[in-house]
């Protein structure tokens, strides 16, 4: 059975291609790396012992969502050198005791107020700010993650016969397609429309000296300029993620009226069984939750 360390790095890199998102390929690439270096042995050699003993010390010093989502990686690499490649006889995540996890748990959620006031600190009397608020504006109302939004280019906006639309790369589905809300287009016209710019990164960077960049705004950006705007709005700066916005879009479209499945369609929740029951009760029911959205963000 070929089973070496150059067999076994060449599969390592096949499993990491497959990962949909340039964030999930480096968190895996970093938790294998973690637990080599932690066992001291290549990736052919780990056993069980060496992954229980890494969980231990994870867990010293790391968040159970951070431990848990190390394991995760870990589980899927050797799953596929188990099955797919069959360069294991055995998968040494099987049996480890996993960290329970409540991704909700410590969800942060702006109500009603917090949302208007988060868009209200952005100052749009210049072209960042306006770029700003278009980004934010989005994420509140289109509920996407960070980098399904953040990452958005022109040519993902396409005019269908029911509207305007953009496609995105979502966690584990790519080519997925949502309305583009008015109010969230024309805040991006009124930016984009002053730097005469129709094609590339929506939300672009700038250079030190003013610049278009061709790439678009970081997720670090992203994350210090939502800290910047709550703090400056009074809001609990310290407490809020990105995704936050996501759990507030999910908010937002509850007091606009929507139930449950609704709620769900509209994240795109992953569960196969679930969505279909979601398609089943969705089925040519328009989007209009959008509407009172847009007037409990003063837009």
Not at 179 to 191: F, G, S
């Amino acid at each position: 059975m070929p089973d070496t360390a150059a067999v076994v790095l060449e599969a390592r890199d096949l499993w990491l291609s497959r990962q949909y998102s340039r964030n999930t390929r480096r968190a895996y690439a970093f938790a294998l790396r973690s637990l080599c270096e932690h066992a001291g042995k290549t990736l052919e050699k780990i056993n069980r012992r060496d992954v229980n003993a890494w969980l231990a010390d994870l867990q010293q010093d790391h968040a159970v969502a951070t431990v848990a989502a190390r394991l995760t990686a870990v589980k899927s690499f050797y799953d596929f050198l188990l099955v797919e490649v069959q360069l294991r006889r055995d998968n040494p995540a099987n049996g480890c005791r996993r960290p329970r996890v409540n991704p909700y748990g410590k969800a942060t959620v702006l109500d009603i107020d917090g949302a208007r006031a988060l868009l209200k600190a952005i100052d749009r009397e210049n072209i960042i700010g306006l770029r700003d608020y278009a980004l934010f504006l989005g994420y509140l109302m289109t509920g996407r993650r960070n980098s399904e939004w953040r990452l958005l280019r022109f040519e993902d906006i396409e005019l269908r016969p029911g509207g305007l639309v953009f496609k995105f790369d979502g966690k584990g589905k790519r080519d997925q397609v949502q309305e583009l809300y008015r109010p969230v287009m024309d805040a991006i016209h009124k930016y984009a429309d002053l730097e005469g710019r129709d094609s590339g990164a929506v939300f672009h960077s700038y250079g030190m000296r003013g610049e278009i960049l061709e790439s678009s705004v970081s997720d670090n950006y992203v994350r210090r300029a939502l800290k910047f705007y709550a703090a400056r709005a009074g809001l609990k700066a310290e407490s809020l993620k990105v995704h936050s916005l996501r759990h507030t879009a999910a908010m937002l479209r509850k007091e606009a009226g929507d139930d449950v499945l609704r709620i769900q369609a509209f994240l795109g929740h992953a569960n196969l069984a679930t969505t279909q029951v979601y398609i089943h009760n969705l089925t040519n029911k328009q989007d209009m939750a959008w509407q009172t959205v847009a007037e409990f963000l003063g837009v």
